[in-house]
């Protein structure tokens, strides 16, 4: 008789020999056929046992009545999901229907995460079954037939007899993930060819080296120690292949092995710990773990004058250290040193440390109490920008202490190409660290906007931040790969990978400076359309590496730095010095001024703004020169003066009425000083301008997209959030319908994009595709931009941009690949 099994899955189905994993296509677990499923049920096919249900809940496997046993596995690779997005219905020992429900999955969190939804269907005791009748190449719906299988006569080949005494061997399993479907069949496939009867012993639990699904269901960890057995004329040489098998996949030692077991919600490949991308590059090196040493403290004090002396004499010498650090570091650093020395001078602080010292608090207890209010104040004032620079007052707190403990000198020792790993790493941290010596940073905490983060790609070290806790599992001296771009950290990969990742950084090194030599000349793409690759600036720095980098004028001045972190606002003169300095540095090169954008993530505190629920929806952007407009007209007639004439650009406008109001103040104040009104131009950052950008752009002269806050207005995210850093993707489809939107209402006005997802070189196709025709990127990223553009043809673009365009996430438009030039396309 046999046994009829339905389709556990609807979808499409297919041949397993088509399956995109050489494992189920070879047929190493067996015979049978995949389905794509496009509803997130797995159904029994017949009735039956659970005899298998995997740790991670992607694969179950029912034995009928007849004793077949058949494997229903989820997608390819999803045991990296970590049983994330499986809801088993069923567990092992359970006696089922046909038709039965199985276990409910996440399709869209599967499509996203496995490397294929399609999912194999297998008969895994083929010696004794054979599986006929399997129907492919169709639509299929739950119950409806899709095979049937047959029991061999009785006589089929079994194993060699076995002979002799059992040999027995321990072995410790490299394999990052452990044995799950795939090595498990890989172990079956190697030990078939032997007569020996092989088996494998974990945990007082046995299972046949042939039976894939038994060792599967042993849920044998990677770094586990398990007993081989065999017996058999060709034992010794069975336990050798095997052994070498088991021991060799992915070399990984015990706590390697365990972080990356636990990786389960990784999105990187196996072995790969995800986390958020803060620094650009990649890095590959012997893991450092930074183990931060707990400083003691004394909680009472001696008498008040002593401890307040030592106190003092701390706080010398860490403003010591910290004025050499800064006399050595012009740039980012050096601002963050700055800022630590003007916390140590806070009087409220030294305020509250002597009314501690004077209720009878060590020093060390005085200082600690003194900052942590200020941290807890930070913490718990729910921003996320706050929260980050708590990081920075606990760094001084640290520092202090360490002085006043005597423990302050005591550098990390690295080994070349070191990857430093931090539950936490704070700004000195990174700073003490010998960065010579450091490939790159992995860090368990922490968010993109850290001052780590930002010191970090200042220092062009590639850094991923908010790890979790699995990064300490880490063991040191382990080889790890570090992805800033794409937020991964690979613990101990194989040979493979490192070989293609040491590929990827001898060409990424030849590409930059490829691209650096080429800086300088305009930037048209290969079929000569001229796209104008501009700088965003903050600061004369910034202008300065501009120009060196080879930006052909500034598309976003963001003004508002020289407002911020002082305790009034620049007047006339200092901002048109301030101005004037940097078109100078630009050297004639087109300069873009945006007014003001204060307030949200870039207070002041001078400003009486009124508190705000949710600054980021409140008083920003124009709407704070709208409600100050003596603010406002200061700043524009110090514009007005700068030679040669700035164009003027207005951030957050929601409305027309917005461009209108600053059009006649702007007029009548050029008027006065007896020169023409420069061009005015609008950002669009608001889903409101993105589609009435034909409104805008009728009294607007240019449109520059910002793509920062249109990503967190469209997406409704907090573009400073940690925790949602990863999803605020401009390259959301629906992002780029705005941006495509307000390209095309443009009618012809010249189109930029100015937030950061002009600097990434696979955006620009997309973008120049929409119809933009400037790109105003970070100094640093403008050699490779340039580069990336000169490569591209605009067919090339435009065909990349509509099919974003129909893309459902940002991942997907992520993974989509530039068409080939076509010589119509050149000519
Ligand atoms: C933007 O929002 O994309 C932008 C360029 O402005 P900022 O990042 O300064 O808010
Ligand atoms: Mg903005």
Same mark, same amino acid.
């Given at each position: 008789?046999?046994?009829?099994?339905?389709?556990?899955?609807?979808?499409?189905?297919?041949?397993?020999?088509?399956?995109?994993?050489?494992?189920?296509?070879?047929?190493?677990?067996?015979?049978?056929?995949?389905?794509?499923?496009?509803?997130?049920?797995?159904?029994?096919?017949?009735?039956?046992?659970?005899?298998?249900?995997?740790?991670?809940?992607?694969?179950?496997?029912?034995?009928?009545?007849?004793?077949?046993?058949?494997?229903?596995?989820?997608?390819?690779? &999803?045991?990296?999901?970590?049983?994330?997005?499986?809801?088993?219905?069923?567990?092992?020992?359970? &006696?089922?229907?046909?038709?039965?429900?199985?276990?409910?999955?996440?399709?869209?969190?599967?499509?996203?995460?496995?490397?294929?939804?399609?999912?194999?269907?297998?008969?895994?005791?083929?010696?004794?079954?054979?599986?006929?009748?399997?129907?492919?190449?169709?639509? +299929?719906?739950?119950?409806?037939?899709?095979? &049937?299988?047959?029991?061999?006569?009785?006589?089929?080949?079994?194993?060699?007899?076995?002979?002799?005494?059992?040999?027995?061997?321990?072995?410790?399993?490299?394999?990052?993930?452990?044995?799950?479907?795939?090595?498990?069949?890989? @172990?079956?496939?190697?030990?078939?060819?032997?007569?020996?009867?092989?088996?494998?012993?974990?945990?007082?639990?046995?299972?046949?080296?042939?039976?894939?699904?038994?060792?599967?269901?042993?849920?044998?960890?990677?770094?586990?120690?398990?007993?081989?057995?065999?017996?058999?004329?060709?034992?010794?040489?069975?336990?050798?292949?095997?052994?070498?098998?088991?021991?060799?996949?992915?070399?990984?030692?015990?706590?390697?092995?365990?972080?990356?077991?636990?990786?389960?919600?990784?999105?990187?490949?196996?072995?790969?710990?995800?986390?958020?991308?803060?620094?650009?590059?990649?890095?590959?090196?012997?893991? +450092?773990?930074? @183990?931060?040493?707990?400083? @003691?403290?004394?909680?009472?004090?001696?008498?008040?004058?002593?401890?307040?002396?030592?106190?003092?004499?701390?706080?010398?010498?860490?403003?010591?250290?910290?004025?050499?650090?800064?006399?050595?570091?012009?740039?980012?650093?050096?601002?963050?040193?700055?800022?630590?020395?003007?916390?140590?001078?806070?009087?409220?602080?030294?305020?509250?440390?002597?009314?501690?010292?004077?209720?009878?608090?060590?020093?060390?207890?005085?200082?600690?109490?003194?900052?942590?209010?200020?941290?807890? $104040?930070?913490?718990?004032?729910? =921003?996320?920008?706050?929260?980050?620079?708590?990081?920075?007052?606990?760094?001084?707190?640290?520092?202090?202490?360490? $002085?006043?403990?005597? =423990?302050?000198?005591?550098?990390?020792?690295?080994?070349?190409?070191?990857?430093? /790993?931090?539950?936490?790493?704070?700004?000195?941290?990174?700073?003490?660290?010998?960065?010579?010596?450091?490939?790159?940073?992995?860090?368990?905490?922490?968010?993109?906007?850290?001052?780590?983060?930002?010191?970090?790609?200042?220092?062009?070290?590639?850094?991923?931040?908010?790890?979790?806790?699995?990064?300490?599992?880490?063991?040191?001296?382990?080889?790890?790969?570090?992805?800033?771009?794409?937020?991964?950290?690979? +613990?101990?990969?194989?040979?493979?990978?490192?070989?293609?990742?040491?590929? $990827?950084?001898?060409?990424?090194?030849?590409?930059?400076?490829?691209?650096?030599?080429?800086?300088?000349?305009?930037?048209?793409?290969?079929?000569?359309?001229?796209?104008?690759?501009?700088?965003?600036?903050?600061?004369?720095?910034?202008?300065?590496?501009?120009?060196?980098?080879?930006?052909?004028?500034?598309? /976003?001045?963001?003004?508002?730095?020289?407002?911020?972190?002082?305790?009034?606002?620049?007047?006339?003169?200092?901002?048109?010095?301030?101005?004037?300095?940097?078109?100078?540095? /630009?050297?004639?090169?087109?300069?873009?001024?945006?007014?003001?954008?204060?307030?949200?993530?870039?207070?002041?505190?001078?400003?009486?703004?009124?508190?705000?629920?949710?600054?980021?929806?409140?008083?920003?952007?124009?709407?704070?020169?709208?409600?100050?407009?003596?603010?406002?007209?200061?700043?524009?007639?110090?514009?007005?003066?700068?030679?040669?004439?700035?164009?003027?650009?207005?951030?957050?406008?929601?409305?027309?009425?917005?461009?209108?109001?600053?059009?006649?103040?702007?007029?009548?104040?050029?008027?006065?000083?007896?020169?023409?009104?420069?061009?005015?131009?609008?950002?669009?950052?608001?889903?409101?301008?993105?589609?009435?950008?034909?409104?805008?752009?009728?009294?607007?002269?240019?449109?520059?997209?910002?793509?920062?806050?249109?990503?967190?207005?469209?997406?409704?995210?907090?573009?400073?959030?940690?925790?949602?850093?990863?999803?605020?993707?401009?390259?959301?489809?629906?992002?780029?319908?705005?941006?495509?939107?307000?390209?095309?209402?443009?009618?012809?006005?010249?189109?930029? +994009?100015?937030?950061?997802?002009?600097?990434?070189?696979?955006?620009?196709?997309?973008?120049?595709?929409?119809?933009?025709?400037?790109?105003?990127?970070?100094?640093?990223?403008?050699?490779?931009?340039?580069?990336?553009?000169?490569?591209?043809?605009?067919?090339?673009?435009?065909?990349?941009?509509?099919?974003?365009?129909?893309?459902?996430?940002?991942?997907?438009?992520?993974?989509?690949?530039?068409?080939?030039?076509?010589?119509?396309?050149?000519?």
């Amino acid at each position: 008789m046999s046994l009829v099994l339905t389709a556990p899955l609807a979808g499409w189905a297919s041949p397993i020999a088509e399956t995109p994993d050489p494992v189920f296509a070879q047929k190493m677990l067996g015979d049978g056929l995949a389905i794509d499923p496009t509803v997130g049920e797995l159904r029994a096919p017949c009735d039956g046992v659970v005899i298998g249900l995997h740790p991670c809940s992607h694969a179950v496997t029912l034995q009928a009545a007849n004793g077949a046993e058949i494997m229903l596995h989820v997608g390819l690779e &999803t045991v990296r999901c970590g049983g994330e997005g499986f809801a088993p219905q069923v567990k092992i020992g359970d &006696t089922v229907t046909a038709g039965a429900l199985l276990s409910r999955f996440d399709l869209e969190l599967l499509a996203r995460r496995a490397a294929s939804l399609v999912s194999p269907i297998v008969l895994i005791n083929g010696e004794r079954f054979v599986i006929d009748g399997l129907v492919t190449d169709r639509e +299929v719906g739950f119950g409806e037939t899709v095979a &049937t299988i047959r029991a061999l006569a009785a006589g089929v080949a079994e194993a060699a007899a076995a002979e002799g005494e059992t040999l027995r061997r321990r072995v410790r399993v490299g394999l990052a993930h452990g044995l799950h479907a795939r090595p498990a069949a890989l @172990v079956a496939h190697e030990a078939a060819k032997f007569a020996a009867e092989i088996g494998l012993e974990a945990r007082g639990r046995r299972a046949s080296a042939r039976s894939p699904v038994s060792v599967m269901a042993l849920a044998i960890a990677s770094g586990e120690e398990i007993e081989l057995t065999a017996l058999g004329l060709d034992a010794d040489a069975a336990l050798e292949a095997l052994t070498r098998l088991l021991a060799e996949v992915g070399h990984a030692p015990p706590a390697i092995a365990a972080a990356a077991s636990d990786a389960a919600p990784s999105d990187g490949p196996h072995g790969a710990l995800a986390g958020v991308p803060a620094a650009p590059g990649l890095a590959i090196g012997a893991a +450092v773990r930074l @183990v931060e040493a707990e400083v @003691v403290i004394e909680p009472a004090g001696g008498a008040p004058e002593d401890e307040r002396a030592a106190l003092a004499e701390a706080l010398a010498l860490v403003r010591t250290a910290l004025s050499a650090r800064r006399a050595a570091d012009a740039g980012q650093g050096g601002e963050i040193v700055e800022a630590h020395l003007a916390f140590l001078g806070d009087p409220e602080l030294a305020r509250a440390a002597e009314d501690a010292i004077r209720d009878g608090a060590s020093a060390g207890a005085a200082w600690s109490h003194a900052i942590g209010g200020f941290v807890d $104040q930070l913490r718990a004032a729910g =921003d996320a920008r706050m929260a980050e620079r708590a990081g920075d007052l606990a760094d001084l707190r640290r520092q202090v202490l360490l $002085q006043l403990s005597g =423990d302050a000198a005591r550098p990390l020792a690295l080994p070349d190409n070191a990857i430093v /790993l931090a539950d936490d790493l704070l700004p000195s941290q990174l700073m003490e660290l010998d960065a010579a010596r450091v490939a790159g940073l992995a860090i368990g905490r922490g968010g993109p906007t850290s001052h780590v983060a930002i010191l970090a790609a200042a220092m062009n070290i590639p850094a991923v931040v908010a790890i979790g806790p699995r990064l300490l599992a880490i063991e040191d001296g382990a080889l790890v790969i570090l992805d800033g771009d794409a937020g991964r950290l690979q +613990v101990a990969p194989g040979p493979t990978e490192i070989a293609a990742a040491q590929t $990827q950084l001898a060409e990424r090194r030849s590409r930059r400076a490829r691209a650096q030599a080429a800086a300088h000349e305009p930037c048209r793409t290969a079929d000569g359309v001229r796209i104008e690759v501009f700088a965003n600036l903050g600061s004369l720095e910034d202008a300065t590496a501009a120009v060196a980098a080879g930006a052909e004028g500034c598309g /976003l001045l963001r003004t508002e730095f020289l407002f911020m972190e002082r305790p009034d606002a620049p007047d006339e003169a200092e901002q048109l010095a301030a101005y004037q300095a940097i078109a100078d540095a /630009l050297a004639g090169r087109p300069l873009i001024a945006r007014t003001l954008d204060i307030g949200a993530d870039k207070p002041v505190d001078y400003l009486p703004l009124p508190p705000q629920d949710n600054p980021a929806l409140g008083v920003r952007g124009v709407r704070v020169g709208l409600a100050w407009p003596g603010l406002l007209r200061t700043q524009l007639r110090a514009l007005l003066q700068v030679r040669p004439a700035p164009h003027i650009m207005l951030p957050m406008i929601a409305s027309l009425g917005e461009l209108t109001a600053v059009r006649q103040v702007l007029e009548s104040l050029a008027a006065d000083l007896g020169v023409p009104p420069p061009p005015l131009g609008v950002m669009v950052e608001t889903p409101a301008a993105a589609i009435t950008t034909d409104l805008l752009a009728a009294e607007a002269d240019f449109i520059s997209i910002g793509s920062n806050d249109l990503a967190q207005y469209a997406l409704a995210m907090d573009r400073t959030s940690p925790e949602l850093a990863a999803q605020v993707d401009a390259l959301h489809p629906a992002v780029l319908r705005l941006i495509g939107e307000a390209a095309r209402g443009a009618g012809g006005r010249l189109v930029a +994009v100015c937030g950061s997802l002009a600097s990434e070189p696979a955006a620009a196709p997309i973008l120049i595709g929409l119809g933009v025709t400037e790109l105003s990127a970070a100094p640093g990223a403008v050699p490779e931009l340039k580069a990336a553009i000169r490569e591209l043809t605009l067919a090339q673009c435009r065909d990349l941009a509509q099919r974003a365009l129909r893309q459902t996430s940002a991942a997907e438009v992520r993974a989509l690949k530039l068409a080939p030039a076509t010589l119509e396309a050149m000519t």
